[in-house]
């Protein structure tokens, strides 16, 4: 062979491994996320452990820590699918979730294997969960009735209207004294009104005495616990004060609001504690036999992990969305700015109940995906929203609103729609990218706001944790466009870490005071704007959300949407010219009469 073929056969095979290498290299960096052993065999003695399972909306996770450290032993997680059959529609499978729990614990307790411990050395198991999205099930067959509805879905729209119909003057904070939450599609019991609405199956149910309510953590415990077979009907106060039902005061199901959404009683769980033995697992799964003894709200575990336990600490969570919840210690503050009273945690049955105020922000890593799924602007939500964001000094004075199922706090607009604003010929991506980056930061902006207003004293730092919070820019910019230090966790899932550490509480084996020397943190961000900077920009914030408010309406207009288009280009052309030819002739006919 001549060196004229030699050379380009050459680049060819050069070409062919370096693409084989990164295909090689994709599929390592996915399975880090789900074969995680992050320790070590431990040497001396072991420690007994706390098993945690981690029900988010976008993936299921078993994660196991050695009681009193901080660090996750061990952990496996698994994708969840999200069924979306309408616009704003958002379902879960609620048999999906009790399976990939199944096989997430057996996966991570064969990691644990492998450090030389057994599944017997796990003592107590821990659940934190995404919070409102609820499931309706057969007491009797443990069948679900319909999928679980995801918090964020918006097919409500319509009950919330029909429900502030019954209350004076429209007033969607009328009960904010009673359960702390304003009537919203976000809530719990606007899902179960729909639910007995809409659903053939679930009347028949409510009809026969067989229907049963709950959150996932409810589902997941009566499953997990005997099912049909005995299975505990149970929640932990801080679901509970999720769903618009429950008396923030008396921490039980409230007659007045359980009649107005016409909820009875009997189908919804009993509120426990946080910290308690509940029960035992007895589903013949490999967790079998062990003591289920910790329940935490996802976002309220976090507040938990990130050890703000006083009153005046506040957390904020990245994830799909954004919340940040502020300590108020016993009291329960009710906010004048659009935030939400919720219940932090309750760390036993005799011990009182805390409390936070509570930012809730429905989209703010769900943005990025957005931009990955939909418009496509980057492959790799992670890599390219940092390096691509970061390739221009600011957003060339594009905002984003990603309203994409209306606001929460402190708006709580369900007719507000996303927005990108400000756009120029001069433009980029880089642009829409960094704007949506400061969405979030803008959207914490907003509730720092509220939260300053309502507890009068102003935040001094701000600790974050959650997955999106490794992108390093974002940091920076949350820094920048809140004007105070931005704390990051030393790990992004504190959510798992605050359960077991209630989990491990009720059955002795971790003190919140060991727990807390391990607590330590990783990184801060300092801001580098001037105030007169940030203030500017964040008038500019308000300008764009107040163009993205009252877009929705519950009557829709006919639009041509993709499903109708598709329906009508299924019509046969002839049936179509045919029945258009009809038309004309009888119009004509109606004419000349
Ligand atoms: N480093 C990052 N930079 C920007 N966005 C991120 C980053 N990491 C995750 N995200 C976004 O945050 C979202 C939430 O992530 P995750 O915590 O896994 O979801 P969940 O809400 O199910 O717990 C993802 O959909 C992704 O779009
Ligand atoms: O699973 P996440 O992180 O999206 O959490 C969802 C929240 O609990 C909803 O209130």
């Given at each position: 062979m001549n060196s004229e073929k030699i050379i380009p056969l050459v680049v060819f095979i050069a070409v062919v491994l370096f693409v084989k290498m990164s295909d090689v290299k994709h599929i390592w960096d996915k399975q880090k996320t789900n074969f995680r052993s992050t320790m070590p065999v431990r040497e001396g003695p072991k420690r007994p452990l706390v098993g945690v399972i981690d029900d988010g909306t976008k993936t299921v996770r078993f994660v196991i820590y050695?009681?009193?450290?901080?660090?996750?032993?061990?952990?496996?997680?698994?994708?969840?699918?999200?069924?979306?059959?309408?616009?704003?529609?958002?379902?879960?499978?609620?048999?999906?979730?009790?399976?990939?729990?199944?096989?997430?614990?057996?996966?991570?307790?064969?990691?644990?294997?492998?450090?030389?411990?057994?599944?017997?050395?796990?003592?107590?198991?821990?659940?934190?969960?995404?919070?409102?999205?609820?499931?309706?099930?057969?007491?009797?067959?443990?069948?679900?009735?319909?999928?679980?509805?995801?918090?964020?879905?918006?097919?409500?729209?319509?009950?919330?209207?029909?429900?502030?119909?019954?209350?004076?003057?429209?007033?969607?904070?009328?009960?904010?004294?009673?359960?702390?939450?304003?009537?919203?599609?976000?809530?719990?019991?606007?899902?179960?009104?729909?639910?007995?609405?809409?659903?053939?199956?679930?009347?028949?149910?409510?009809?026969?005495?067989?229907?049963?309510?709950?959150?996932?953590?409810?589902?997941?415990?009566?499953?997990?616990?005997?099912?049909p077979h005995g299975g505990l009907h149970i929640t932990d106060v801080t679901n509970a004060s999720r769903t618009l039902l429950m008396n923030l005061e008396t921490l039980n199901w409230d007659p007045i609001l359980c009649r107005l959404f016409g909820i009875h009683r009997d189908t919804l769980p009993t509120i426990r504690s946080s910290s308690e033995i509940y029960g035992t697992v007895k589903d013949g799964s490999i967790v079998d036999g062990i003591r289920i003894s910790g329940i935490l709200g996802n976002q309220q575990s976090a507040l938990v992990g990130q050890n703000c336990l006083q009153a005046g600490q506040a957390k904020n969570t990245y994830r799909s969305g954004c919340f940040l919840l502020y300590n108020t210690g016993t009291r329960r503050v009710q906010s004048t700015h659009g935030l939400i009273t919720t219940v932090a945690y309750k760390l036993g049955p005799d011990t009182p109940a805390v409390y936070a105020l509570e930012g809730s922000i429905a989209v703010a890593g769900g943005a990025m995906k957005f931009l990955r799924d939909n418009l496509r602007l980057i492959k790799d939500v992670v890599q390219d929203t940092e390096h691509i964001a970061g390739q221009v000094f600011s957003t060339g004075d594009v905002y984003f609103v990603p309203a994409f199922s209306g606001l929460y706090a402190p708006y709580w607009r369900k007719d507000a729609r996303g927005i990108i604003c400000g756009l120029t010929a001069f433009t980029t991506k880089n642009h829409i990218i960094r704007a949506a980056l400061e969405a979030v930061c803008f959207q914490t902006r907003d509730i720092l706001e509220a939260m300053n207003k309502d507890c009068g004293m102003p935040l001094a730092k701000l600790h974050v944790d959650g997955r999106m919070t490794s992108n390093d820019l974002l940091m920076q910019l949350q820094a920048d466009l809140i004007g105070i230090p931005v704390l990051r966790a030393q790990a992004w899932d504190m959510s798992t870490l605050g359960v077991a550490v209630v989990a491990g509480g009720a059955v002795g084996v971790w003190s919140a005071d060991k727990w807390r020397t391990h607590a330590t943190l990783n990184d801060t961000f300092l801001p580098t704007t001037t105030d007169d900077d940030r203030d500017a920009r964040y008038t500019k914030w308000k300008m764009a959300v107040q163009r993205s408010l009252g877009w929705a309406t519950t009557k829709k207009s006919f639009t041509m949407t993709d499903e109708r288009y598709k329906l009508l280009a299924s019509i046969p052309a002839t049936l179509y010219i045919i029945g258009s030819f009809t038309m004309l002739v009888v119009s004509n006919m109606l004419k000349n009469r």
């Open positions: 050695e009681a009193g450290r901080s660090e996750e032993l061990v952990a496996y997680q698994m994708d969840k699918t999200e069924v979306q059959p309408h616009e704003g529609w958002s379902e879960q499978d609620p048999l999906e979730i009790i399976h990939h729990i199944k096989l997430c614990a057996e996966n991570a307790i064969d990691q644990l294997v492998e450090l030389g411990y057994t599944k017997d050395d796990i003592v107590a198991l821990g659940i934190t969960n995404q919070r409102e999205t609820t499931i309706a099930w057969d007491k009797y067959t443990g069948e679900p009735l319909h999928a679980a509805i995801a918090w964020n879905d918006i097919r409500t729209d319509s009950t919330v209207d029909a429900i502030l119909a019954k209350i004076p003057d429209r007033n969607k904070n009328y009960f904010k004294n009673i359960c702390g939450l304003p009537i919203s599609p976000y809530f719990s019991a606007l899902k179960m009104r729909w639910l007995k609405d809409n659903v053939k199956a679930v009347r028949r149910a409510s009809r026969d005495k067989r229907l049963l309510f709950g959150t996932v953590d409810t589902w997941i415990v009566w499953n997990m616990t005997g099912g």
